[in-house]
C-alpha cells in the first residue's frame, strides 16, 4: 500500500523559505514521477513542481521557476521542495503525489496516489 505524508508547512514572511518533504512508502519500480501541487482557497489545484526517479529531471511551473527546487533522496522514499523568495501568493496546500510517467508531470490526472497535504502561509 502506498503512502505518502508531507511535511515542513507553515508560516513564513514574504522573502523566506521554507523546504517541504514528503515520505513515500510502499512506491514500485512501476511509479516513476513525483509532483509537488498546491492548492488556494477557492481555487484548483495546480501544478508546482515534478521529478522523475530514474533521471532526475525536474520540471517546474513558469510561476515558482527560479525559486523552488525539487529533488529527491537516494533511496525511494523522499522528495523536497525547497521553496525560497517565497511570496504571499504562494500560500496554499501544498500536496505530493507519486505517478507512473513524467510525460505529463503537469496534468493532476497522472498521479495514483496523493498525500494528505501541508499548508504554507507567506505573511506580507
Known amino acids: 500500500q502506498v503512502q505518502l505524508v508531507e511535511s515542513g508547512g507553515g508560516l513564513v514572511q514574504a522573502g523566506g523559505s521554507l523546504r517541504l518533504s514528503c515520505a513515500a512508502s510502499?512506491?514500485?519500480?512501476?511509479?516513476?514521477?513525483m509532483g509537488w501541487f498546491r492548492q488556494a482557497p477557492g481555487k484548483e489545484r495546480e501544478f508546482a513542481a515534478a521529478?522523475?526517479?530514474?533521471?532526475?529531471?525536474?520540471y517546474y511551473a513558469g510561476s515558482v521557476k527560479g525559486r523552488f527546487t525539487i529533488s529527491r533522496g537516494n533511496a525511494k522514499n523522499t522528495v523536497y521542495l525547497q521553496m525560497n523568495n517565497l511570496k504571499p501568493e504562494d500560500t496554499a496546500v501544498y500536496y505530493c503525489a507519486a505517478g507512473q510517467y513524467y510525460n505529463g508531470a503537469s496534468d493532476p490526472s497522472t498521479y495514483n496516489y496523493w498525500g494528505p497535504g501541508t499548508q504554507v502561509t507567506v505573511s506580507s
Open positions: 510502499g512506491l514500485t519500480f512501476g511509479s516513476d514521477v
Open positions: 521529478i522523475s526517479w530514474s533521471n532526475g529531471i525536474a
